[in-house]
């Protein structure tokens, strides 16, 4: 069974500061990551993923995400924040099953608050 | 991009009562999902749905829960009946591929069981 982890509930910023979101997982076999934001009232929209290759993956917005085998780490960061990044972020991890099916297993999210 | 919408957005009945929450996928998608967040706690997987059929349902997924999407209309969630702990947000997805495609979340259905 695979878990996903996010350690802060709740991360306030400054405009224009860095941030990095994290998330570890628990999982041995063949993983796929994934990270989410969700606007408050709003469905969830995807921001970036990986599966191999180079480590570091961009996103949208000027996000990207950094996966660690070692760490079992998958962390989200942004170099500038802006006002609107404001909203609750998802990780999520999906394990290659069989089934080949994709059920995607999320961490509890975390709320980042840009302030001006 | 594309949108999933969801309809109703809020949807209160009482205990016992059938509810069927309806979703619109991405038009050229062809797998479905749903998914159940109890407030506070983490969105958790509870079925998905290939080619007219369940594919995998999670222990969430109880008997009184069942899915269909007819002749490729609303992808629904039909629940019958309900409960108390059946009070979540729902939230329906869909995805053009299967395992590492990334998948398109529609707002949620709010449903309050009294």
């Known amino acids: 069974t695979q878990t996903v982890s996010q350690s802060d509930a709740h991360v306030t910023v400054f405009e224009g500061d860095s941030v990095e979101l994290r998330c570890n997982y628990s999982?041995?076999?063949?993983?796929?990551l994934s990270w989410y934001i969700q606007h408050h009232g709003r469905g969830l929209q995807f921001l970036l993923k990986?599966?191999?290759?180079?480590?570091v993956v961009q996103g949208v917005n000027g996000f990207e995400a950094e996966f660690s085998k070692s760490d079992s780490s998958f962390h989200l960061r942004k170099a500038s924040v802006h006002w609107s990044d404001s909203a609750v972020y998802f990780c999520a991890v999906s394990a290659l099953a069989s089934s080949s099916f994709s059920k995607l297993v999320f961490g509890q999210g975390t709320s980042l608050s840009v302030v001006p | 991009g594309p949108k999933v919408l969801q309809i109703p957005s809020h949807q209160i009945i009482d205990m016992g009562q059938m509810v069927t929450l309806n979703c619109d996928p991405v038009?050229?998608?062809?797998?479905f999902y749903w998914y159940k967040q109890i407030l506070g706690q983490q969105m958790e997987f509870l079925v998905n749905?290939?080619?007219?059929?369940?594919?995998?349902k999670s222990k969430l997924f109880k008997d009184q829960f069942s899915v269909e999407r007819p002749d490729g209309s609303y992808f629904t969630l039909k629940i019958q009946p309900t409960a108390l702990e059946d009070s979540a947000v729902y939230f329906c997805a869909s995805s053009l591929g299967d395992w590492g495609i990334e998948q398109y979340f529609g707002p949620g259905t709010r449903l309050t069981v009294l």
């Open positions: 749905f290939y080619n007219g059929k369940v594919m995998e």
């Open positions: 038009s050229n998608h062809l797998y």
């Open positions: 990986y599966y191999s290759g180079n480590p």
């Open positions: 999982y041995g076999g063949s993983i796929y």
